[in-house]
């Protein structure tokens, strides 16, 4: 059986190396190799120059970065790096670990026929230079370490609105080349020709950013995380802190009325997420993605009991992935999950009812009709809450045929099987846009 998706953003391709240790509140680039990583498949065995074994294929080479420098080309071989044998990806990202940008080492690699040898400089993570706007690399104090905040601020005088952009779930960095597909990224950037400053808070430990690595993160850190940062926007002449909106995707959207109830917002834009409490929401997307899978249906009952004897022991009782797998090992499929599992089981434990509630800003939810991760009613769901109890707050808005990952397609099986043939991000849905901005005008206008 296949994985059954939670929440997710598959986002960062390409190799970049953590950064060095920071000094004086100044966070550094990280560097850049700038190649894609694959392990050398079997057809390209025995080739020209490639061992019957080892060796690290490069996909795509990026501009501007330490690869191309060195004259490193797609469909090279990577052999070894500093004398030592590269035999998978995981034995280069080993060997960058930790380097700083400056930082030279030897590769040997075979192109063709040939081996050759280079000489390779690391050279800074590439920057975003947008021609409308300015990208700026900021940091804030988050802990005892330092977070990478990227910002996008249109050419305005005075204090302008602010959105935040709160992600979905999993450990990735949202710096990314700039030629790389990032629907998060789009919206941004619009948002910004529209006059609003933009802010993206990178996870514990990702891309440029101090702190402990992303995989040890629980649902409280990443909420504080978020909360720490924007308390520090006063820093900033030009955000106008009375006029701040959060913008959640996916798992971001759970997140932002735990950070609204804690830090005073204008308003919540919550898009593709769930209101329901999680241990039934994943039971409900259990079902609803094997139906997808074409699962036959007494095998799909099967499925969905295992879940619910996973999801017992797990919740309930709160064991361990490995405490579960001890006692039965077929439940492999139904506890595995892209955080620590003190994130998921933190997660179940936080009332999302009693958080919408409490939200006395006014709340935009967004659906798009071929979202197969979360369904048009979890979002109908929050929208008659917040209204029960804060009358004309919560409006809801469907956009036709607009996936979890903001891809425009036909419908919620063409999403399924699309994402199972190619990356998540390949054709963005532009209806969503000025759903977005609209409201967002509309909420900040002073």
Same mark, same amino acid.
């Given at each position: ?176 080349? !700039? ?48 909360? !720490? ?80 004897? !996973? ?46 509630? !409490? ?88």
């Amino acid at each position: 059986m296949k994985p059954v998706i939670v929440a997710l953003l598959a986002l960062g391709l390409a190799l970049s190396v953590q950064a060095a240790p920071v000094k004086k509140n100044v966070l550094p680039r990280r560097p850049f190799f700038g190649a894609q990583l694959q392990p050398v498949p079997d057809s390209l065995r025995g080739k020209g120059g490639i061992p019957d074994s080892g060796g690290v294929l490069l996909g795509k080479i990026y501009d501007n970065a330490s690869a191309k420098a060195a004259g490193l080309q797609s469909g090279d071989v990577l052999l070894r790096l500093n004398g030592k044998p590269m035999n998978g990806v995981q034995d280069v990202l080993a060997q960058l670990k930790g380097r700083k940008t400056g930082d030279k080492f030897t590769v040997e690699y075979a192109r063709g026929r040939k081996h050759l040898h280079r000489s390779v400089a690391l050279k800074p993570y590439p920057k975003e230079t947008p021609p409308e706007f300015d990208v700026l690399y900021e940091s804030v104090p988050i802990g005892d370490s330092l977070r990478r905040i990227i910002i996008t601020k249109p050419r305005l005088a005075g204090k302008l609105p602010v959105v935040v952009m709160l992600g979905g779930l999993g450990c990735y960095s949202l710096d990314l080349p !700039a030629d790389q597909p990032q629907p998060y990224r789009t919206i941004l950037y619009e948002l910004s020709r529209q006059g609003f400053v933009t802010v993206r808070v990178e996870k514990t430990g990702m891309g440029d950013s101090q702190g402990p690595p992303c995989a040890q993160m629980s649902f409280d850190d990443e909420v504080n995380g978020l909360i !720490a940062a924007i308390r520090a926007f006063t820093n900033f002449s030009y955000m106008d802190t009375g006029r701040v909106l959060l913008l959640g995707h996916s798992m971001g959207g759970i997140e932002a009325p735990v950070v609204a109830n804690r830090v005073p917002v204008r308003g919540i834009i919550a898009i593709a997420t769930t209101g329901i409490a999680w241990y039934e929401y994943e039971l409900i997307n259990q079902r609803r993605q094997l139906v997808l899978q074409h699962m036959a249906y007494d095998s799909i009952e099967i499925a969905f009991h295992k879940k619910e004897k !996973a999801a017992h022991e797990f919740f309930v009782e709160k064991k361990s992935p490995d405490e579960i797998l001890k006692e039965d090992s077929t439940l492999t499929d139904y506890v595995e999950y892209p955080v620590d599992y003190h994130f998921i089981q933190q997660l179940d434990s936080v009332s999302f009812a009693k958080e919408w509630m !409490a939200v006395t800003a006014p709340v935009l939810l967004v659906y798009g009709t071929s979202d197969f991760v979360t369904a048009a009613n979890e979002h109908a769901y929050i929208r008659d809450e917040i209204n029960l109890y804060h009358p004309g707050h919560a409006e809801f808005v469907e956009v036709p045929e607009m996936d979890h990952f903001f891809n425009k397609v036909a419908s919620q099986q063409a999403s399924f099987d699309s994402l199972n043939s190619g990356p998540a991000f390949k054709n963005f849905s532009d209806q969503v846009l000025p759903v977005i901005v609209n409201w967002a005008k509309k909420t900040t206008t002073p």
